[in-house]
């Protein structure tokens, strides 16, 4: 019933499309030009166009043109940016009914980036420099210049991120001092499944067709609902509008590193001699690693043998600047293989995972002033685990299937010209099935209605926002949000912004039903509340003639309700852990962020974190580290195409637990004696070369002192990795 009442909605929204269409109808203008990167003499392909103050917006083609058809008579005022260039802007463009208006553009070369379209931190589009929510990029460049294999490699060296480890060998990100299952990791702005250790395993995701990476700090649940509470880690892939016709590489590292990749792209562009764009991707690649284990005697790696594939075909179709059509499919499975004992007993464990997904998403824009939006997510996940003695007989076995289909409606209007106006409906469907689980089967759904308002007064943007959601297990929230951007002059802006937070418990926090062989048992509670907290953030961001930026973030961040373990009792010899919300816990700090252009090919990147986290008790939170430092020289000669950094870091000393059962660091009567991991430093080095735009080599040493601090630091040692990648366009 649930399913053909959600049809029905679907097809209804989809009706509406085309009533609607014939309503705005009228007689109509197109705009046509192209964009220009520095002196070059042909045009760019690739590069962003927006219709400011509306929903429109396209790209150039493989020719560097853009087109924008069907456009009603007005005046309009366009603003074109390409990655590493400043963006520009054509002002009061008039469109005549039946006339072809052609304009270019002409951008000129920037060091620091802040013409990046970003679309994490709100429903709009906006420049990164223009966004009123504070947001940090990570390009396709940055990503390539950590020569990592995964994307962990590349999380590892932002200011304010950390990496945990949890105790199926998986690898997850903190933000500003709060836990990793309070970071929502997106793929294309879509939730996926498969959570290990009650976070998403950062490991499963590749690097190879990530566009770029956005983070924003804080509560983001007034967009995201649950888990967003610390906040979004977004990988944006690459589409095959822009993709090259063929790319491939093989990378070759220490411990057994094997990466290969393949992507191959088809684009058909004026398709019957109308503004009409089809577009095709398909990727695939193997991830192989040997692993880490420095000590034999101890029974216990470091870090798992691993197997990887991962694929995914991606359809793209655009009619004109009106319609857009997105289908995409990915396919992921892996294996895991590690020591999981100690001194005494001889343990091997092997998980593996098999992950689907499909998304499908339609947007219309009816006039310049009004556009609607509909997708479907599904995400679905199977992970085992099994567990072998000394003898290599069996002890234990477990499966676990974990699914997600994600319904999402949306109408964006523009209501007067200073202010854009989101609204929508969703419905999120989570399901469990599991050996763990009382019952074996679990499900619940949450229905979710959102509002998002934004408003353009001169030299201030301000956006308010909110998110209803009702859950068939634990009730109804509302998470509100207000961000606010204000611009003293070209280049100094201040960013400052409220946000409410929540998580819903999780199905295994509420259900679990686990005996151990090993003498202990875990026990879920239904009766637990929602996490809730209340942040806070205010910013100050400069820039002078792409000499220096600057940005400055402080952030405080209050948590009430914490989700966490505690020893329940003992019976029968066993100890008994369940879970329980206690009172609350705060986060607070500073970060810094700087870029500058020293000399003619050398930039400089700076970065520093200051963070705090105590309960309640005052007591300061484990496993988060309270000073980072890091530091990055680019190198970049006008010969060879080659390109050069060196990058390191700085880790502050910091409190553990080396004693992973006791879990009772929030209560006031149990004393906790610390651990501390010594403060360290690392090192990379990288060295690459482009060769007629398509050829590229690259080599580099990550951790060049060969510096460990396991488990809880930095756990592989020195690593060499060369890199050769061919690019058929």
Do not use: C
Request: net charge negative; no cysteine.
């Amino acid at each position: 019933m649930r399913q053909r009442f959600t049809g029905l909605i679907f097809f209804t929204y989809l009706g509406s499309f085309l009533f609607l269409n014939n309503v705005f109808a009228t007689d109509y203008g197109s705009i046509h030009g192209r964009v220009y990167l520095g002196n070059e003499n042909n045009a760019e392909p690739g590069a962003n166009i927006l219709v400011l103050g509306t929903s429109w917006g396209t790209t150039t083609n493989h020719l560097g043109e853009f087109s924008l058809t069907r456009i009603p008579p007005g005046h309009y005022n366009l603003k074109a940016s390409f990655i590493g260039y400043e963006s520009a802007e054509q002002i009061n463009v008039e469109v005549l009914p039946g006339k072809n208006t052609l304009i270019d553009f002409h951008l000129r070369s920037s060091v620091i980036v802040m013409d990046e379209v970003v679309v994490t931190g709100s429903y709009v589009k906006h420049l990164l420099k223009d966004t009123p929510v504070i947001t940090e990029v990570i390009t396709e460049q940055k990503v390539a210049d950590t020569g990592g294999s995964d994307l962990v490699d590349v999380i590892r060296e932002q200011t304010g991120i950390e990496i945990s480890y949890g105790i199926g060998r998986t690898q997850s990100a903190q933000l500003q001092g709060l836990n990793d299952n309070h970071v929502l990791i997106l793929v294309d702005g879509e939730r996926i499944t498969g959570k290990v250790d009650g976070a998403l395993d950062l490991g499963q995701i590749p690097i190879d067709q990530i566009k770029r990476i956005e983070t924003v700090k804080g509560p983001m649940s007034s967009i995201y609902g649950s888990d967003a509470l610390g906040g979004v880690i977004n990988i944006i892939t690459k589409s095959p509008i822009r993709a090259p016709l063929v790319t491939a590489s093989v990378d070759m590292g220490t411990n057994g590193r094997q990466d290969y990749r393949l992507a191959m792209a088809k684009k058909w562009e004026n398709i019957r001699g109308q503004d009409r764009s089809l577009a095709i991707g398909l990727s695939g690649n193997w991830n192989k690693y040997f692993g880490v284990d420095y000590e034999l005697s101890d029974n216990f790696s470091e870090l798992p043998e691993y197997d990887k594939k991962n694929s995914s075909l991606n359809l793209f179709y655009r009619h004109e600047n009106h319609l857009e059509f997105d289908l995409k499919s990915t396919f992921y499975k892996d294996k895991n293989e590690w020591l999981a004992g100690d001194k005494f007993s001889l343990f091997t464990d092997i998980s593996g995972n098999t992950k689907l997904g499909n998304t499908m998403r339609m947007k219309y824009s009816f006039t310049p002033r009004f556009a609607m939006q509909a997708s479907v997510n599904y995400s679905g996940n199977e992970h085992t685990l099994d567990e072998y003695g000394a003898s290599g007989k069996l002890v234990k076995s477990d499966v676990s299937t974990t699914s997600l289909l994600n319904y999402r409606f949306q109408t964006t209007v523009l209501p007067y010209k200073s202010s854009v106006l989101t609204l929508g409906a969703e419905q999120i469907i989570d399901a469990i099935e599991s050996d763990r689980i009382i019952n074996r089967e679990k499900d619940y759904t949450t229905n979710v209605l959102f509002f998002e308002d934004e408003w353009i007064l001169s030299s201030l943007t301000l956006t308010l926002g909110g998110r209803y959601s009702d859950n068939s297990v634990y009730g109804s929230f509302f998470a509100p949000k207000v961000s606010m951007l204000y611009s003293l002059g070209d280049n100094l802006r201040l960013r400052g912004g409220y946000g409410r937070g929540f998580r819903q418990p999780s199905m295994k926090e509420l259900y679990i039903d686990f005996l151990s062989t090993v003498g202990y048992a875990v026990l879920g509670a239904p009766d637990l509340k929602p996490e809730k907290s209340n942040g806070y953030n205010l910013g100050v961001e400069y820039e002078a003639n792409d000499v220096l930026w600057l940005r400055l973030n402080s952030f405080y961040n209050q948590v009430e309700s914490l989700i966490d373990y505690y020893t329940w009792g003992v019976e029968n010899g066993r100890t008994i852990f369940s879970y329980y919300n206690i009172y609350e816990a705060v986060t607070k700090g500073v970060e810094v962020d700087a870029t500058l252009n020293l000399i003619s090919g050398v930039t400089g990147e700076f970065g520093y974190s200051y963070t705090s986290a105590k309960n309640n008790n005052g007591i300061d939170l484990p496993y988060r580290v309270p000073h980072f430092f890091k530091w990055k020289l680019v190198y970049e000669p006008n010969f060879w195409g080659l390109r050069g950094n060196i990058r390191g870091r700085w880790f502050a000393e910091k409190p553990v637990l080396d004693d992973q059962v006791n879990k009772d660091i929030y209560s006031a009567d149990i004393p906790i004696n610390y651990s501390y991991v010594s403060s360290y430093f690392l090192w990379d080095l990288q060295l690459s070369s482009t060769i007629d735009d398509r050829f590229h080599v690259q080599a580099g040493i990550n951790n060049l002192t060969n510096k460990k601090s396991y488990p809880f630091g930095q756990i592989k040692g020195r690593e060499f990795y060369l890199s050769f990648k061919v690019t058929i366009n």
